[in-house]
């Protein structure tokens, strides 16, 4: 009998990344959605096509694959979570802790046993798997949460893996890129530590995490803001352009500067690192609209993610200004994309309360400081 594994969230990333490796690896994968579209889809055809996006475009078909609707099936939901041996998801950061009630029945149906469980949060955000923990705790009965306390494992992970805009004819293809890292800290029961293909544990992954937030979602990031300043249409366009890719290898030094010293990175391998990144926003087959790739600007750059964090910290470090991360941050309160609904929030914010106003809101920075002022120099200095 298969091992199981319920993973919340159907979409490309979940498809694509982790729910390929989960049943590479053996499990019973069972995706939870509140897509009903997508959920029937994936009962009916039972597996899915996985594309690389290469020159070959290597091909993989997931098989046996099944779907519950986790707003509709919450009573066949928490059964599959009382009968999982691991817990993933790929749902989004806000959307996160929204998952907390219902994984804690699913524990609590199991809290009379002796069986172990695993719950790996895979977002783009630090802490991930902590924040379900805290939302799931406070549904627990004392039982649950003694069950909780010696079963259940909220090991932290780091996810990489680009997903670009795509369309297929069948609605559960999905395209990739090659290169993925999925990173796991090591939980202290070696029974919390199930064994996926492409999966590894690290002792300590703050210096994985930060690593990747602050050089590929930086760097993201700011090719797509400061590709979108000059009317660049994609990330591919805007990584060749040179003043583009000026200012994001700009702003891969500083972050660069800040890992070395915080994580005693060697420097020629981070140099590598940053050079492999750049080298991934330049491919063909993965290129994506920078409006995509820039929605959620205030999230973006609010005090504890991929600018605002690393420009602080850089300060206090180096007690030196970041010019290209404060450029990044500008950019991003240039960003005017009509269609998402966090661009138009932080232009409604600086039309009606003013550009310092917004600048303190949104990133935690004060009036005064060089950081700040940077960031208000360069809004002013694009066109």
Same mark, same amino acid.
């Given at each position: 009998?298969?091992?199981?594994a319920v993973?919340?969230?159907?979409?490309?990333?979940?498809?694509?990344f982790i729910g390929?490796?989960?049943?590479q690896?053996?499990?019973q994968?069972?995706?939870?959605?509140?897509a009903?579209?997508?959920?029937?889809?994936?009962?009916?055809q039972?597996?899915?096509?996985?594309?690389?996006?290469?020159?070959?475009?290597?091909?993989?078909?997931?098989?046996?694959?099944?779907?519950?609707?986790?707003?509709?099936?919450t009573?066949?939901?928490?059964?599959?979570?009382?009968?999982?041996?691991?817990?993933?998801?790929?749902?989004?950061?806000?959307v996160?802790?929204?998952l907390g009630e219902?994984?804690?029945?699913?524990i609590?149906?199991?809290?009379?046993?002796?069986?172990?469980?695993?719950v790996?949060?895979?977002?783009?955000?630090?802490g991930?798997?902590?924040i379900?923990?805290?939302?799931?705790y406070?549904?627990?009965?004392?039982?649950?949460?003694?069950?909780?306390d010696?079963?259940?494992?909220?090991?932290n992970?780091?996810v990489?893996?680009?997903?670009?805009?795509?369309?297929?004819?069948?609605?559960?293809?999905?395209?990739?890129?090659?290169?993925y890292?999925w990173?796991?800290?090591?939980p202290v029961?070696?029974?919390?530590?199930?064994?996926?293909?492409?999966?590894?544990?690290?002792p300590?992954?703050?210096p994985?995490?930060e690593r990747?937030?602050?050089?590929?979602?930086?760097?993201?990031?700011?090719?797509?803001y400061?590709?979108?300043?000059?009317?660049?249409?994609?990330?591919?366009?805007?990584?060749?352009?040179?003043?583009?890719?000026?200012?994001?290898?700009?702003?891969l030094?500083?972050?660069?500067?800040?890992l070395?010293?915080?994580?005693?990175f060697?420097?020629?391998?981070?140099q590598?690192?940053?050079?492999?990144?750049?080298?991934?926003f330049?491919?063909?087959?993965v290129?994506?609209?920078?409006?995509?790739?820039?929605?959620?600007?205030?999230r973006?750059?609010?005090?504890?993610?991929?600018?605002?964090?690393p &420009?602080?910290? /850089?300060? @206090?470090?180096f007690n #030196?200004?970041?010019? $290209? *991360?404060?450029?990044? !941050?500008?950019? &991003?309160?240039? /960003?005017? @994309?009509?269609t998402? #609904?966090?661009?138009? $929030? *932080?232009?409604?914010? !600086?039309?009606?309360?003013?550009?310092?106003?917004?600048?303190?809101?949104?990133?935690?920075?004060?009036?005064?400081?060089k950081?700040?002022?940077?960031?208000?120099t360069?809004?002013?200095?694009?066109?």
């Amino acid at each position: 009998m298969k091992k199981l594994a319920v993973h919340f969230g159907a979409g490309n990333i979940g498809r694509g990344f982790i729910g390929w490796l989960l049943a590479q690896s053996g499990y019973q994968v069972v995706f939870a959605d509140v897509a009903e579209s997508l959920v029937k889809e994936i009962n009916q055809q039972g597996q899915y096509e996985v594309i690389l996006a290469n020159e070959q475009q290597d091909h993989f078909t997931i098989k046996g694959v099944q779907a519950v609707n986790s707003n509709k099936e919450t009573d066949k939901l928490i059964q599959l979570i009382r009968d999982a041996q691991i817990i993933t998801t790929a749902v989004g950061p806000t959307v996160l802790p929204k998952l907390g009630e219902v994984i804690a029945k699913g524990i609590e149906q199991r809290s009379t046993s002796d069986r172990y469980l695993t719950v790996i949060a895979c977002e783009n955000m630090i802490g991930g798997s902590a924040i379900l923990k805290e939302a799931v705790y406070p549904s627990l009965t004392d039982q649950g949460r003694n069950y909780a306390d010696k079963y259940v494992a909220f090991p932290n992970s780091a996810v990489d893996r680009i997903v670009p805009t795509q369309v297929h004819e069948n609605p559960l293809t999905v395209t990739v890129e090659p290169f993925y890292e999925w990173l796991v800290e090591q939980p202290v029961n070696e029974k919390n530590t199930p064994k996926i293909a492409g999966m590894s544990y690290v002792p300590d992954l703050t210096p994985y995490i930060e690593r990747k937030l602050f050089t590929v979602n930086t760097g993201h990031a700011v090719t797509a803001y400061f590709g979108y300043t000059k009317n660049i249409q994609s990330i591919e366009d805007a990584i060749l352009n040179e003043k583009v890719l000026f200012i994001v290898r700009s702003a891969l030094e500083e972050t660069g500067a800040l890992l070395e010293k915080k994580f005693q990175f060697s420097h020629k391998e981070h140099q590598a690192y940053i050079d492999k990144i750049i080298e991934r926003f330049k491919n063909p087959y993965v290129s994506d609209y920078v409006t995509r790739v820039g929605r959620s600007p205030i999230r973006k750059i609010s005090e504890n993610d991929r600018f605002t964090q690393p &420009a602080r910290q /850089f300060v @206090e470090a180096f007690n #030196e200004t970041p010019k $290209a *991360l404060a450029i990044g !941050i500008a950019a &991003a309160m240039k /960003f005017k @994309e009509p269609t998402d #609904e966090e661009a138009c $929030a *932080l232009q409604e914010m !600086i039309e009606e309360k003013g550009l310092d106003s917004a600048i303190e809101q949104y990133t935690g920075l004060k009036p005064y400081t060089k950081l700040f002022e940077k960031v208000r120099t360069s809004y002013n200095e694009f066109v």
